[in-house]
């Protein structure tokens, strides 16, 4: 049976007047589309658009696919949507808001509210603009994000609400049916000791592990991926867990993370023959993939393109259900890769992607060593992405700070990503300036100005993800600048919730100072520079502590950890409440 979740008053197409309009979801909505129809009434609502029966709604908007969709859109092939494609569009009095499933239909919603000018910052910080009633042009949209994969790897990303509502479909932000659901591996990396146990089959078969300098070992040590056996014992493993777990997508097959492939000489003939050590790594894959595909058609293997196996082999493809995980650890993160600092890199995208349809990448966007460091990369991700998505990737994994809030800008980074994930030709400036003012309000154009700074820093100045606080973008002159304008961005915040953001923000720099203290202090007074900080360390150290562990509305959670390794922050301010000899 119809339900109206709400009934609200819209203009449609040119407005001239107020018309009235329901909110009508598909009588056979799935769960994720008949709460997606439940969020547009709400937002709806919150815009202050007038609600008004049913039986008075001269517009109706129909959700998802429908009886009423498919006379409207009779040119549609419901069926043959993309499983995230969406329909956009207003026939007569009335707006079809549909798609493919599980979440074109979802995704339309959002894609709809964006249009009317709401959004999802960060799980904490939602904009809804107030409105009299809602002016949209006549629509006929028709489109499909330009990754089947994305996965902008924060820590407050993971909140399945605002991932769903931005678009992300990653494992991690716990997608259910109620989201959409999201994309599922069984294993996700670095999955051969899982797979292969050395404490089960060591003893018995040491042939099946690397050979380094004549002798087998899973010392920091891979599988000897040629051998048969081996291979028969992995696929068996893989097919048992993919039984126990049927919302795998994907399923993991891929090398550890350290280097010492195995030497033996058939792994070596091959690894020669194709000219990179990746070919007796994809020939595993391929193998694994052959075994799965007649019980598991939908399932593909996913491999790694990682440090040892970056470069593409010769000749070697992958199997149409194989996806390849290049990773970009090793680029320099100030420039786009698409920079002469990043050429070899760039060359294996281009090279992968000559082998096949399913590419994606593992990027990096954060300082492991140090996640609240700045990492000024604000400027590459629009750029990186758009060539990702001009190369054939299908998807995107861009590993941020994902153990607690406070990594450097995340909230922005995040929120960009999302956006440019879903379309890599939007302006990166453009969403960049938008999240800004959004988000910090009248402390915006201070902080911008401290990302056009930070960035500039990177551009002629090598960044990489384990740089230490001395990283020569981190020099003296640049913190004095950013200090600055933190400083302003504090002062013109205005209200409680704002500043919060900006101080949250203003870690990141004092993060350094506190880290970097003896080295600047002594350089700030050889050179006559004045010194912008208290001249106590524990003082400093204790207000940044204050703001780390400060309280935020409904979403936020304190910041716990400063680094991969987990770092506690109270274990940092500790350390640097001791004041270093002058
Ligand atoms: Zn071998």
Not at 566 to 575: D, I, L, P, W
Request: aromatic content about 10%; proline content about 7%.
């Amino acid at each position: 049976m119809r339900s109206t979740v709400a009934l609200v008053t819209l203009f449609v197409g040119i407005a001239v007047a107020p018309a009235q309009i329901a909110v009508v979801p598909s009588p056979e909505a799935t769960l994720a589309e008949n709460r997606a129809a439940g969020e547009l009434a709400k937002y709806l609502g919150e815009m202050g658009v007038n609600i008004v029966p049913i039986s008075k709604a001269a517009t109706k908007i129909y959700i998802g696919q429908s009886r009423q969709a498919a006379r409207l859109c009779p040119d549609i092939d419901w069926k043959r949507l993309g499983n995230e494609e969406v329909i956009l569009r207003t026939v007569g009095d009335d707006l079809v808001v549909g798609g493919g499933r599980p979440r074109g239909s979802v995704y339309a919603v959002y894609r709809l509210l964006d249009r009317l000018g709401t959004r999802w910052w960060t799980p904490w910080a939602t904009s809804v603009p107030k409105r009299r009633g809602l002016a949209l042009p006549r629509l006929n949209i028709r489109e499909k994000p330009a990754f089947e994969y994305r996965e902008p790897f924060w820590f407050h990303v993971f909140d399945p609400d605002w991932a769903m509502r931005n678009a992300v479909n990653g494992q991690t932000e716990n997608l259910d049916e109620a989201h959409g659901g999201g994309t599922y591996y069984e294993g996700f990396v670095h999955t051969y000791y899982p797979l292969v146990p050395p404490e089960k089959y060591f003893a018995t078969h040491p042939e099946w592990y690397s050979l380094i300098n004549g002798k087998r070992t899973t010392d920091n040590a891979q599988l000897c991926t040629t051998n048969l056996e081996m291979r028969r014992v992995l696929l068996e493993e893989v097919k048992r867990r993919l039984r126990a777990n049927p919302k795998a997508a994907i399923v993991s097959v891929s090398q550890n993370d350290c280097f010492n492939p195995c030497q033996c000489d058939v792994c070596q003939a091959l690894a020669k023959a194709e000219g990179s050590e990746s070919a007796p790594v994809l020939a595993l894959a391929n193998f694994v993939a052959d075994g799965i595909k007649d019980e598991f058609p939908k399932v593909a293997v996913d491999t790694l393109a990682y440090q040892y196996t970056r470069h593409a082999p010769k000749t070697l493809r992958p199997r149409p259900n194989v996806i390849v995980r290049l990773c970009s650890i090793e680029c320099d993160f100030g420039v786009p890769l698409t920079h002469a600092r990043n050429k070899d890199f760039a060359n294996d995208v281009r090279d992968w992607s000559r082998l096949t349809q399913r590419l994606y990448v593992w990027d990096y966007v954060t300082n492991f060593a140090h996640y609240i460091q700045p990492l000024p990369n604000v400027g590459v991700l629009g750029p990186n992405l758009k060539f990702f998505s001009e190369n054939g990737v299908k998807g995107v994994f861009e590993e941020g700070d994902y153990n607690s809030n406070g990594g450097d800008m995340a909230e922005l980074k995040a929120w960009m990503m999302a956006q440019l994930m879903w379309s890599p030709k939007a302006s990166p400036r453009k969403l960049r300036d938008e999240f800004l003012r959004g988000y910090y309000g009248k402390a915006a154009t201070a902080i911008g100005k401290y990302v056009d700074l930070m960035d500039a820093a990177a551009a002629t100045r090598p960044a990489h993800i384990y740089d230490g606080p001395n990283a020569p973008y981190l020099a003296l002159p640049i913190l004095q600048n950013a200090e600055s304008l933190w400083t302003q961005a504090e002062r013109a915040a205005g209200d409680a919730e704002t500043l919060r953001r900006v101080k949250v923000g203003h870690l990141s720099i004092r993060y350094v100072w506190l880290r970097n203290w003896a080295a600047l202090r002594r350089e700030a007074s050889n050179s006559g520079q004045p010194w912008p900080l208290p001249d106590s360390r524990k003082a400093v150290a204790e207000e940044w502590l204050s703001v780390a562990k400060s309280a935020g509305p409904r979403g936020w959670s304190p910041v716990s950890v400063v680094n991969e390794g987990s770092q506690s922050v109270e274990a940092f301010v500790k350390a640097m409440s001791v004041q270093p000899p002058p």
